[in-house]
């Protein structure tokens, strides 16, 4: 679902929110189970929020962003954008996202030096 303005209204952050949650702990590598111990909660609490079951508190969200290394604004942008990454592309995602802090930085260096380079 796109939805083109600045502001959702509950119903629309309802209808889409369970299918990203979804989507970013798949992105992550993590299974339910590893999500929910992560942040201290049962497996089918996780399957409820991407069910749409219920929602999940503030500071659950913020607790998923930490562990899916996401900002909150992550779970509100668009996830079916018209460029969805190949395989090998997500299997690299997810190296990045289990790499320590250091390898991060150094693959940000990298990056930021090739766009500068363009």
Do not use: H
């Amino acid at each position: 679902m796109k939805i083109n303005k600045n502001f959702l209204t509950i119903d629309e952050i309802n209808s889409v929110l369970p299918e990203k949650l979804k989507y970013f702990r798949e992105q992550s590598g993590l299974s339910l189970r590893e999500a929910a111990d992560k942040i201290g909660k049962s497996p089918s609490q996780i399957s409820f929020w991407e069910r749409g079951v219920n929602p999940p508190t503030c500071i659950d969200l913020f607790k998923l962003c930490l562990i899916y290394d996401i900002s909150l604004p992550d779970l509100f942008s668009e996830i079916d954008n018209d460029i969805k990454p190949n395989r090998q592309e997500l299997e690299l995602i997810k190296k990045y996202r289990k790499a320590d802090p250091e390898v991060k930085t150094t693959i940000q260096r990298i990056l930021e030096y090739t766009k500068e380079r363009k």
